[in-house]
C-alpha cells in the first residue's frame, strides 16, 4: 500500500499504455526504426500526459532533448543497429513505388515546421500592464475627524515620546493597540502580523507582511497613520490601478487608537520607525 499511495501521481491508464506498446512492439520483432520512433513517442506520452500534476512544457522539453540523445546514442552503438535503423530509409529513397510517399513527406515536413513557426510568432492580445507603486507618496496633509489636519510631512506619532519619558504609560498605550489590532486587523494582516490572516488568500493584493524588514522599518508612523486612516480608497492615481481591500479605518477609530495600533505593530515586530528626513 505504501508503494502505491507513493505512485498516486502518474496516471495509470498512460503508464500502461506506454508499457504495452512496448511489449507488443518486442515480440513481434519490430525493425529498429519502428522501435525507435515508438520509444520516442511513448516517453514523450509519459512524460507529457503521465503525471496527475502536470510538469512544464519547458521541463518537457528538456527531457525530450535528453531522450533523444539517449535514443540516438543507442541506435549509432553499433554497425547492426545503425544498418537496422538505415534500412526503411533507404528503401524510401531507392524504391520506385514509394517515391509519392517520399515526396509527401517531403512537402509536409517543412509545410508542419512553417505553420508552427507561424504559430509561436503570432501576436496575442493582452490588456496593457499596469505598474504598482508599493509605497506611494502621500499627501503632505489629510483632514481627520471633524475639521482636524494631520501634518504627514512633519509630524510625529504623539505617544512615541512617552516611550522614554513615561515607559509605563507608553506601555499601557502598545497593550491597546494590541487589543484593537486583534479586534479589527488580524482577520487580513494574521495573528503574527505576516500577513496571512484567514482572509488573506481571498484578497489581491494580499495584506502587508509587517514582519518584512522591507516594510514599516522603511517608513515613518505618519505613512502608516494615512494608509491606516484613508485605507484602500484614499489611495492616490499614482501607480493605480488600486485594488486594495484595506477599509478607511479613520470611520472606525479614533485618532489615539491609530496611533496606539501604530506603536504595537513596531513594538511586536521589534522593528523601529525611520526617523524624519531619512532616505532609504
Given amino acids: 500500500m505504501g508503494i502505491l499511495k507513493s505512485l498516486a501521481f502518474l496516471h495509470w491508464p498512460v503508464v500502461l499504455g506506454v508499457v504495452a506498446v512496448f511489449v507488443v512492439l518486442r515480440l513481434r520483432g519490430a525493425r529498429s ?3 525507435t520512433l515508438a520509444c520516442w513517442a511513448g516517453i514523450y506520452a509519459f512524460v507529457r500526459f503521465g503525471f496527475a500534476t502536470p510538469i512544464p512544457f519547458s521541463v518537457v522539453q528538456i527531457y525530450m532533448g535528453i531522450a533523444t540523445l539517449a535514443l540516438a ?5 553499433s554497425a547492426t543497429r545503425r544498418a537496422e535503423f538505415v534500412a526503411p530509409l533507404s528503401a524510401l529513397v531507392n524504391e520506385p513505388r514509394l517515391r509519392p510517399l517520399l515526396a509527401a513527406i517531403l512537402v509536409l515536413l517543412p509545410a508542419l515546421a512553417a505553420g ?3 504559430l509561436e510568432s503570432r501576436e496575442t492580445l493582452e490588456a496593457p500592464a ?10 503632505d496633509t489629510i483632514p481627520f475627524g471633524d475639521g482636524k489636519t494631520i501634518d504627514l510631512a512633519k509630524g510625529r506619532n504623539p505617544l512615541r515620546e512617552l516611550e522614554t519619558t513615561q ?4 506601555r499601557a498605550h502598545v ?13 487580513c494582516h494574521g495573528d503574527a502580523l505576516a500577513g496571512d490572516g484567514m482572509y488573506a488568500h481571498g484578497l489581491n493584493p494580499i495584506p502587508t507582511n509587517f514582519t ?14 494615512w494608509r491606516i486612516a484613508k485605507g484602500g480608497p484614499g ?7 488600486w485594488d486594495s481591500a484595506m477599509p478607511a479605518w479613520e470611520k472606525f477609530l479614533k485618532e489615539e487608537e491609530i496611533w496606539e495600533v501604530i506603536l504595537f505593530l513596531y513594538d511586536h515586530t521589534g522593528q523601529r520607525p525611520r526617523a524624519s528626513g531619512v532616505e532609504h
Avoid at 515607559?167 to 507608553?170: D, G
Avoid at 518584512?212 to 497613520?225: C, K, N, R
Avoid at 489611495?235 to 490601478?241: I, K, S, V
Fill in 33 to 35: 526504426l519502428t522501435w
Fill in 73 to 77: 546514442a543507442y541506435v549509432s552503438s
Fill in 116 to 118: 508552427n513557426a507561424w
Fill in 130 to 139: 499596469f505598474g504598482r507603486t508599493v509605497h506611494p507618496a502621500p499627501p
Fill in 167 to 170: 515607559p509605563e504609560q507608553y
Fill in 175 to 187: 497593550e491597546n493597540g494590541r487589543k484593537t489590532y486583534y479586534q479589527n486587523c488580524h482577520f
Fill in 212 to 225: 518584512d524588514p522591507g516594510t514599516i522599518a522603511q517608513l515613518q508612523e505618519s505613512f502608516l497613520f
Fill in 235 to 241: 489611495l492616490p492615481a499614482e501607480g493605480g490601478p
